[in-house]
């Protein structure tokens, strides 16, 4: 079993000790459950319950509003109490579905029956993990469902399940590798059912031994899979660079993972497809680490989709005292919160607290032409040169340095002396081209329109 990695990256302080050998406990609300809308990339899930309703748990209270887009599902039993725009983890005013929850817990006729995945279809699975409103937990939110529906499935080399968790202080998919082993492998059979010529490898960085151990003990029988293990290296979990790691194969921003013949998945999102096409239970929770020196106590919970972060933080023990910086996310790509009234998503993967923020201490000076942020960059680009044309607003000039390559995650940033905040330049950057390039788009069809109208 060899040591893949790729060129590039940082070795930050990972902070796992904090939560990684914290057993997974569970957290039942109390107070109103929130269900935003917009929960994943692409369109918003439209909702077909209103003010009064009654919901049970495993019920739909919001449909896939288009082909890339996914449901809601209530993790509770209760009464609709609102729709109506709630604020988000990401910063966001979202329109959202509050429910009252009754405490029951009544649920669906069905939910957490067994399924034999055997007996079932590749479109009778993908249809479930579809209809159970599964999206990438890892943090992108990409409906799983569509990542499952490549045009020719039989060209799928390989299925990649991520497990490096690479950023600091993160240790919940570490947790699900080892309290959870037989629904990972049991997930992976299911997909691996669905890409007949595919090989499964469960894909872990060398900081995790007992779970590169354990799970490469239960995949000893299994003709298909295997477990690799990973050189420790932050961003070795970015798709892009878990790809060529596993595989030596590459992709870019025009290229999706299946186009080099690979679909790749998170820890949690390949054992939340096991429960739903196995045991008949929806989305409807995720796994979560809440760590960092103002937590009283660290750990890893199992936490009801809609709950506020607030009551998550109780279940913590709360703050030692106030904190300086608290992110939902990891420390690298994470967001920062300003106040915790805002609900658990489906890809929110923790909860970071930490009594002082070093980063907004540092004062930023110029550049000084180090290049370290050029040895650092996983992408092998020229975050020198992107972040001039960035302070110039200069798109033409950034598109051509290829700054749309740039995956926002944060290396750049970490090793600059100077402290200089490229990462959040080029995320500015990039939203900039893409609304120029929408705006392009659509002069061009507006035009278009207008051809066709002098034609007739």
């Known amino acids: 079993m060899g040591i893949s990695t790729f060129k590039g990256g940082v070795h930050p302080y990972d902070g796992k ?3 990684m050998g914290e057993a997974i406990r569970e957290i039942r609300p109390k107070g109103t459950m ?17 003010k009064g309703d009654k919901v049970l748990v495993g019920q739909t209270i919001a449909e896939a509003g288009g082909f890339i887009s996914a449901p809601v599902i209530s993790s ?14 990401g910063g966001v005013m979202a329109e959202s579905i509050l429910i009252e929850s009754d405490q029951n817990d009544e649920k669906i006729p069905g939910f957490g029956e067994k399924r034999d995945y055997k007996s079932l279809s590749r ?7 579809r209809d159970a409103g599964i999206v990438g937990l890892g943090g992108a939110g990409f409906p799983t469902a569509v990542k499952l529906s490549p045009k ?3 060209k799928i080399d390989y299925f990649l399940v991520n497990g490096a968790e690479c950023e600091p202080y993160l240790c919940s998919d570490y947790r699900d590798m080892l309290e959870y082993p037989e629904r990972l492998i049991g997930g992976l059979r299911v997909l691996l059912r669905l890409f007949p010529n595919a090989a499964g490898k469960i894909c872990i960085e060398d900081n995790k031994p007992e779970a590169i151990r354990k799970l490469s003990e239960l995949v000893k029988s299994e003709d298909r899979m295997e477990v690799l293990s ?5 961003p070795q979990g970015g798709e892009r660079q878990l790809i060529y790691a596993a595989t030596g194969r590459k992709i870019n921003s025009s290229m999706l993972p299946a186009d080099a013949g690979v679909v790749v998945d998170n820890v949690d999102t390949v054992i939340a497809i096991y429960d739903a096409v196995c045991e008949s239970m929806p989305l409807v929770r995720r796994i979560l680490t809440v760590t960092g020196d103002a937590v009283v106590k660290p750990g890893n919970f199992r936490v009801p989709l809609g709950i506020s972060y607030q009551e998550i933080i109780d279940a913590a023990g709360g703050f030692k005292e106030d904190p300086e910086k608290v992110i939902s996310g990891g420390p690298m790509m994470g967001v920062p919160l300003f106040k915790l009234d805002v609900p658990l998503v489906k890809n929110s993967s923790s909860i970071l607290a930490f009594l002082k923020d070093p980063v907004s201490a540092e004062p930023t000076t110029a550049c000084i032409n180090c290049g370290r942020c050029v040895s650092a ?4 680009l020229m975050p020198t040169l992107m972040m001039q044309s960035a302070l110039r607003k200069d798109t033409a000039r950034f598109t051509k340095l ?7 995650c944060g290396c750049c940033s970490y090793v600059c002396p100077a402290k200089r905040p490229l990462t959040q330049g080029f995320k500015e950057m990039k939203r900039r081209v893409n609304a120029e390039r929408r705006a392009a788009a659509m002069k061009a069809r507006e035009a278009e329109g207008k051809k066709e109208g002098e034609k007739k």
């Open 34 to 50: 929130v269900y935003p809308l917009s929960q994943h990339i692409g369109a918003p899930a439209k909702p077909v319950v209103q």
């Open 402 to 408: 290829y700054g749309m390559e740039c995956i926002e």
């Open 230 to 234: 990973l050189r420790t290296r932050y």
């Open 377 to 380: 960059c996983p992408e092998n």
């Open 17 to 19: 000790e904090l939560a």
């Open 76 to 89: 509770v039993s209760g009464s609709v109490k609102a729709i109506e725009k709630r604020l988000t983890p």
């Open 123 to 129: 479109e009778e699975i993908v249809s479930i993990v």
């Open 152 to 154: 020719e499935p039989e």
